[in-house]
């Protein structure tokens, strides 16, 4: 049985953020989950989809988060309760569903999760989407801890439900990867089938119909706003006449450091956890009680124009601060010395930051950033098209998956890269203006996600440019989730049909389509560099399974190559190439027989041809 | 209780994030509070894994720099890039045995000395405990069993609010039965290389 349905109440269990959401969600009768993966998001989503396949639990990996969104608010909307989850960038994709969903609401519990992450360990900008209730006006709920996360989902869907409308549940990432005994609690009923009852001329959004939908909507706001006023998620600790503001995990730096200053009979905390609409008389009357507010919230200062709004009307000339030049940044993620220090700093408290070893004769270590796997199919590929492109001056427009890591020398395959999708679009404006052969690189699930409607749109305009498509058959990056081209079968799931991505690429319209298989070098550098020749859209399509994942499905039959005496160090293997298997010996280069796959790459570019089986060593 | 904080560091597939979830499973055995987070940086991929875990009274799940009590590397430059997470009454755990990252091998970086490693860290803090944690995973008949080496040791230096047997009883939980032999051999082996 999954760990997440175990039923005993009350047993203490370490669970990561997303586990803790996923158990959130169970207990609170959770019956149908759609989502696109994106990290900080996933593990969520894979707790989910394990669940299903062991329970009437419905669970689906949708091509992307709008079309997640649209799948979850249907179900919504016949009165079951669901989920969308995504990423804080994957609220943009389903921003165009959310806002118009918020006039319709829902009849039965939803709730949106939108996993921001601030510092951007793994996503491509740091937006704060709170921002996204304010906009939609839908109410927001944002934990402080792993605990409270679990809690806090079912709470939201009874909020959803009371309001009948979305609810959206904010993480960051600090909480979605951060591990915490929970408590287990009931698990409440699945109902997972619903009755849709038709009522046109509220669910129908033509703009007669969307008149009415948005005054409802502000009614809405302003009952959510007396649900704000008397949450349990918005609650003031400690006293005194310094006041802190504080959501999220910040709160829990604020917390640890009025604690270690000493300072809770001086500072008050004011934690908000329900933050849209926020508790406007609640923040009033805590301002009243105070002589100066310091605002804690990682991102933008959503709260703290809010707060001196609140401020203003209730005539109160505090000080009120928060993000200010020696204070807190917009920037990246706070931690408990930053927080320490700045809450010492503003209320006058003496604190001695924490004493940093003197690193100025430490040598640079060298950099360790991730790098495409030891036979890796995309290594192939971007060295296949790079000597097929030789002598062409290029623009190479990426996308968003493990291959983005191709920018990195020696590939240096990347010359831009905005969002999902961005790759095909960003070809067609790239070669209507520049005279450069442009050549972008989109996966398979990243093709299936938002790349079709850019590759419409290029052979319909009539644009001039080579896609490569990587289809190593999985979404690699956020840990091999499935995606409409990969068999289920390889998930021992039925009840499934595949996207043939070529079929569907020649449906489009587009007349030169190559298929190649990146680790035959030579074979894939000529019909590369046919495609490159065409003149209109030409689609290269790269087949070869993902090393890693085919390594999880035992398909993998590892053959090692070794180097052999024949090297004389021209060492174009390892300086085109930058292998992780490689490694240097003295001033030998050598093959990790662990890592090395046997994709033959380099054996195939070895000029003297120095690289052979190990097997045939032997 | 006194807080502890202890910094974890290693390469994407030594087992960290293993070895972290065995700690937070002791410490639930032990009924301490604990809590902790992970920075994967793409781990499967190459990159730097990190674990944060805040052991005793604290809200926060992540240890600013200079505030680690423990610094505990799997990796020797790992565990010398890690030294701002230290401070001068921090002890360091460091596994000796090198994995240079593939920007050394393409001359984009040279790999720090180790002997003179080992030195910058006992300057600059109370105490450091180096082994070559691989030799004794292989001692202990699992080469992968590195992390329960380390781990040995980490509970040796009694810094932790926990016992030897707390930890063993979360191996028996946490990891698999195949290696549960291997693995508390290596936490042994780990435990006595610490004491010295």
């Known amino acids: 049985m999954h760990k997440l349905l175990k039923q005993d109440i009350g047993e203490k269990m370490m669970l990561l953020g997303n586990e803790a959401i996923a158990r959130g969600a169970i207990e609170a009768g959770l019956a149908f989950a759609a989502t696109y993966p994106g990290t900080p998001s996933s593990e969520l989503s894979l707790n989910l989809f394990q669940i299903s396949q062991e329970s009437d639990l419905y669970f689906e990996y949708s091509t992307n988060e709008k079309v997640a969104l649209e799948v979850a608010a249907a179900a919504a909307n016949s009165g079951v309760r669901s989920m969308a989850i995504m990423k804080h960038v994957g609220v943009n994709v389903a921003a165009d569903a959310l806002m118009t969903l918020a006039y319709v609401g829902v009849t039965g519990g939803m709730v949106v999760l939108s996993a921001d992450d601030p510092f951007m360990f793994s996503s491509q900008n740091e937006q704060d989407n709170r921002y996204y209730a304010k906009l939609s006006g839908l109410p927001m709920m944002e934990p402080s801890s792993v605990e409270e996360a679990k809690e806090m989902v079912a709470k939201a869907f009874e909020v959803s439900e009371a309001l009948n409308e979305p609810v959206i549940l904010r993480t960051t990432t600090r909480i979605n990867h951060s591990t915490a005994p929970v408590t287990l609690g009931e698990i409440k009923p699945r109902v997972t089938q619903g009755i849709f009852e038709k009522d046109p001329f509220s669910k129908v959004t033509v703009p007669a119909v969307s008149r009415n939908l948005h005054v409802k909507l502000l009614e809405n706001i302003d009952k959510a706003k007396a649900l704000a006023e008397k949450s349990e998620y918005n609650f003031i600790e400690g006293t005194g006449s310094g006041g802190i503001i504080c959501n999220g995990v910040s709160y829990n730096y604020v917390a640890d450091a009025v604690k270690d200053l000493n300072a809770a009979k001086n500072i008050k905390i004011l934690r908000i956890g329900f933050s849209y609409p926020l508790p406007e008389q609640m923040i009033k009357n805590f301002l009243k009680d105070c002589d100066q507010v310091l605002i804690v919230e990682e991102g933008e200062p959503y709260m703290e124009e809010a707060v001196k709004a609140f401020a203003q009307e209730a005539g109160l000339m505090l000080p009120i601060n928060g993000k200010k030049k020696d204070l807190f940044s917009r920037l990246y993620e706070y931690n408990p010395g930053i927080v320490r220090q700045n809450i010492a700093t503003y209320f006058g408290i003496d604190s001695t930051p924490a004493a940093i070893p003197d690193m100025s004769d430490v040598p640079d270590v060298p950099m360790r950033p991730p790098n495409l796997c030891a036979g890796c199919s995309h290594r192939a590929t971007f060295y296949a098209v790079k000597k097929a492109a030789e002598g062409l001056d290029t623009i190479y427009p990426t996308d968003i998956g493990c291959y983005t890591l191709g920018f990195l020398p020696p590939l240096s395959m990347a010359d831009f890269l905005i969002c999902m999708g961005s790759s095909v679009g960003t070809s067609c404006g790239f070669s209507k203006v520049n005279t450069n052969k442009v050549v972008s690189f989109i996966g398979d699930s990243t093709f299936f996600h938002s790349g079709i409607p850019g590759l419409v749109n290029a052979v319909f305009n009539n644009h001039n440019f080579t896609l490569v498509i990587l289809d190593n058959g999985t979404t690699a990056m956020t840990g091999h989730q499935p995606h409409p081209g990969v068999n289920m079968d390889d998930f021992n799931l039925k009840d499934y049909k595949q996207v043939s991505i070529e079929k569907l690429v020649r449906a489009i319209g587009v007349e030169h389509v190559t298929l190649v298989k990146p680790y035959k070098v030579k074979k894939s550098i000529q019909a590369i560099k046919e495609a490159l020749e065409y003149q209109g859209v030409s689609v290269i399509i790269s087949e070869e399974m993902c090393t890693l994942y085919a390594k999880g499905l035992k398909r993998l039959k590892q053959r090692p190559f070794y180097i052999s005496d024949k090297c004389t160090n021209h060492r174009e293997c390892v300086n085109e190439l930058a292998c992780p298997a490689f490694f240097i010996e003295g001033t030998k280069v050598n093959i990790d027989a662990d890592q090395c796959v046997g994709c033959a790459i380099c054996a195939q570019i070895c000029p003297e041809n120095a690289i052979l089986p190990v097997k045939a060593k032997a | ?196």
Do not use: W
Not at chain 2, 73 to 85: D, I
């Open chain 2, 1 to 196: 209780m006194d807080t502890k904080r202890l910094i974890i560091v290693a390469v994407g597939g030594q087992g960290n994030l293993l070895a972290s979830s065995v700690l937070g499973e002791a410490a639930l055995v032990a009924g301490v509070p604990v809590r902790m987070s992970e920075i994967h940086g793409m781990a499967q991929r190459g990159g730097v894994v990190e674990s944060a875990i805040v052991f005793g009274e604290a809200k926060s799940t992540i240890i600013a720099d200079g505030e680690a009590d423990v610094l505990l590397g799997f990796e020797p430059s790992e565990t010398l890039r890690a030294l701002n997470k230290c401070h001068a009454g921090t002890v360091v755990i460091t596994n000796t045995a090198p994995l240079p990252p593939f920007t050394v091998a393409i001359g984009k970086g040279v790999y720090p000395d180790l002997d003179q490693l080992q030195d910058l860290i006992q300057s600059k803090t109370e105490r450091l405990i180096a082994l070559d944690a691989v030799a004794l995973a292989k001692e202990a008949g699992n080469v992968l069993a590195v992390n329960m080496v380390l781990l040995g040791s980490l509970i040796q230096i009694g810094i932790l609010p926990f016992s030897a047997d707390d930890v063993k009883t979360a191996m028996q939980n946490k990891t698999k039965k195949a290696f549960l032999a291997s693995n508390l051999k290596a936490f042994d082996l780990g435990y006595q290389a610490a004491a010295g």
